[in-house]
C-alpha cells in the first residue's frame, strides 16, 4: 500500500463537496482524507494500484491545484 501526500487547494467545505464524490468513486483508492486545517489544505491518499498522476488528474479536472509532495 502507498501513501501519497498533497497539497492542494481545495480549501472550504464547498470545494470538498465538489471533489469528495470522485475521490469515492475512483477504483483502486482504498483510503482519503483531507486536512482543510492545514495551510496547505493536505489530501492524503491510501491506494495499491493508482499512481500519483492519477490522482493529479482526478483532482485536476475538478477544477483544483494539486502538488506532490511525499510518498510513503
Do not use: Q
Not at 51 to 61: E, F, M
Request: hydrophobic share 35%; charged share 35%.
Amino acid at each position: 500500500m502507498k501513501k501519497y501526500i498533497f497539497k492542494t487547494s481545495i480549501n472550504c467545505g464547498g470545494c470538498l463537496k465538489r471533489v469528495k464524490p470522485l475521490l469515492d468513486r475512483k477504483e483502486g483508492i482504498s483510503k482519503w482524507e483531507i486536512n482543510l486545517e492545514h495551510p496547505d489544505k493536505i489530501l492524503e491518499v491510501d491506494t495499491e494500484t493508482l499512481t500519483p498522476s492519477d490522482i493529479i488528474n482526478l483532482v485536476d479536472d475538478a477544477g483544483f491545484e494539486i502538488e506532490l509532495i511525499e510518498t510513503k
